[in-house]
């Protein structure tokens, strides 16, 4: 029997230029640069020579109502700003189209 792993984190496609060989995701606060790295590569088989990250608060929104406002904040995330080498810019391209 052959146990299989699935990742329990979510990576979201923010911006990609194929020109730079640069990539924008959004993942969880909790994720770390090695764990993006490790990510990529076991997974879209990209190898990130460069991994950056932001944490970044969640937007105040407000709903406007009849007889009262209700004020909610959104939740807060990193971005991750991913560089890889020249190799791996065909397969970001396809890991991207199959996102989309």
């Known amino acids: ?3 299989v792993w699935f990742p329990s984190m979510f990576m979201r496609l923010v911006n990609h230029n194929l020109a730079k060989q640069k990539a924008t995701l959004q993942v969880p606060p909790s994720m770390t640069k090695h764990e993006v ?21 969640g937007d105040w929104k407000r709903l406007y109502g009849k007889r009262k406002t209700i004020a909610y904040r959104r939740r807060n995330y990193k971005l991750a700003f991913v560089s890889y080498g020249p190799e791996e810019a065909e397969a970001a391209t396809e ?4 996102q989309n």
């Not at 790295?37 to 608060?57: G, P, Q």
């Not at 890991?95 to 199959?98: E, F, V, Y």
């Open 1 to 3: 029997m052959v146990k």
């Open 37 to 57: 790295k490790e990510y990529l590569s076991k997974i879209y088989n990209i190898e990130a020579t460069k991994v950056s990250t932001v944490n970044v608060a």
């Open 95 to 98: 890991a991207a189209k199959a």
